[in-house]
């Protein structure tokens, strides 16, 4: 039988999972005095400069400073890979890199960090030779890991 102490009970493991549900939230700042940030995930524009918070995770998304010199993807320009999730074992939570891969190639300073959580981890490429970022696939070193829940990021441009 249902009863109000049963819907109290219910209600409270509600709020509980509420509670603890995932979020992360890409917040920009663009020192440039020109541009558009833009975040971008699977072809959809997520954001033109405005913080974003995601409900869950955050896979595979790229974000740059649109100068109308770049590409829809990037291209031409500085780009920050991210993704941001929870983890779920040991090494499989966030991961933010800069890549100057072509056909991405350096064309304001950028950097990033993660907040509420895994302070001061991030990077910075203040130059087109930089050795944070990655120049060709291999260069697996420079990605900026963060096993925290939650964790948001902040990414800068014109540092």
């Given amino acids: 039988m249902f009863s109000l102490r049963s819907a109290f009970l219910i209600g409270l493991a509600a709020i509980a ?7 992360h939230t890409v917040h920009f700042a663009n020192n440039c005095g020109f541009g558009t940030p833009t975040l971008i995930q699977g072809g959809n524009v ?5 913080d974003v918070t995601f409900g869950g995770p ?4 790229i974000a740059y400073l649109q100068t109308g010199g770049c590409g829809f993807n990037g291209e031409g320009c500085t780009l920050i890979e991210t993704t941001l999730r929870n983890p779920t074992s040991p090494g499989s939570g966030s991961s933010t890199d800069i890549s100057l891969i072509p056909p991405h190639s350096f064309s304001v300073t950028s950097g990033f960090g993660y907040f509420g ?3 001061p981890a991030g990077a910075d490429c203040t130059f087109a030779d930089c050795p944070t970022a ?7 070193q420079v990605q900026v890991a963060c096993q925290v ?4 990021l902040a990414i800068t441009f014109c540092l």
Avoid: R, Y
């Fill in 134 to 140: 990655f120049h060709v696939p291999t260069d697996t």
């Fill in 17 to 23: 999972v509420g509670v603890n549900a995932e979020t």
């Fill in 46 to 50: 997520l954001s033109t400069g405005g």
């Fill in 58 to 61: 955050l896979l595979g998304a």
């Fill in 149 to 152: 829940n939650n964790v948001n």
């Fill in 117 to 119: 959580g895994c302070e």
